[in-house]
């Protein structure tokens, strides 16, 4: 699976919308790139996932350049809750037996009030 | 639907003590794993199973145990406990295995500290 490169932090101001990037230069054809986050110490929860078009749902956008080289996790209206570690992963979809998540250090957001 | 459940939250084990993590979900997912976590680190795969009676070994499975003979349950077993597996054990499952773009569903989280 292909290597992501995160900032290790972010700060945010509490409603707006808050920009996290990853690189992936290396990705491949068939690998996905998949979001989580961990809200201090609980299990990851996921988010969002896309392959090469971008996508919506009720908790974020993800914004995947038309290289597939990099993306953006927007969550539109940051707030307090939203302060958590975000890990971006990427991985194939069509490889079965490979079947696992690569975490990264991923992203500390703090959501500034 | 509970979701995936861990029992204990917390555990102290003596070094060379034996126990074993529980984990369950009730959402009828083939696909079960289990990671660790240690502090300022992300998630490393220790065994997954992607169903009842199969499992493989992640990137770091030495010191641990699985077995998977039910679709429901996938229990984590330290035959000899080391204090370099002090961390934090969680287990998640998905529906199908990750061979298609599914979402993985993550339990609480289980911390466990060998002194």
């Known amino acids: 699976d292909a290597k992501t490169t995160q900032p290790p932090s972010m700060d945010c101001a509490e409603g707006r919308a808050a920009n996290l990037p990853c690189n992936h230069s290396t990705i491949s054809g068939n690998e996905y790139v998949y979001w989580y986050r961990q809200i201090h110490s609980q299990g990851p929860q996921y988010i969002i996932h896309?392959?090469?078009n971008n996508e919506t749902n009720e908790m974020a956008s993800l914004i995947i350049t038309e290289d597939r080289k990099s993306s953006t996790l927007i969550l539109p209206h940051a707030t307090l809750r939203d302060t958590a570690v975000y890990y971006c992963?990427?991985?194939?979809?069509?490889?079965?037996?490979?079947?696992?998540?690569?975490f990264g250090t991923g992203t500390r957001l703090t959501i500034i009030p | 639907n509970a979701g995936v459940t861990q029992t204990p939250k917390f555990q102290v084990l003596k070094t060379g003590q034996s126990m074993t993590l529980q984990c369950a979900q009730d959402m009828n997912h083939e696909y079960m794993s289990w990671y660790r976590q240690d502090p300022g680190m992300g998630l490393r795969l220790i065994h997954y199973?992607?169903?009842?009676?199969?499992?493989d070994q992640g990137e770091v499975p030495n010191g641990y145990n699985v077995s998977r003979s039910t679709t429901e349950d996938f229990p984590l077993r330290l035959l000899s406990a080391a204090p370099s597996q002090t961390s934090v054990y969680f287990c998640a499952s998905s529906p199908q295995g990750l061979a298609v773009s599914y979402e993985q569903y993550f339990g609480p989280g289980t911390r466990l500290t060998v002194t």
């Open positions: 199973s992607v169903g009842a009676g199969i499992t």
């Open positions: 896309g392959l090469k």
């Open positions: 992963i990427v991985r194939s979809g069509a490889n079965f037996g490979n079947e696992k998540l690569t």
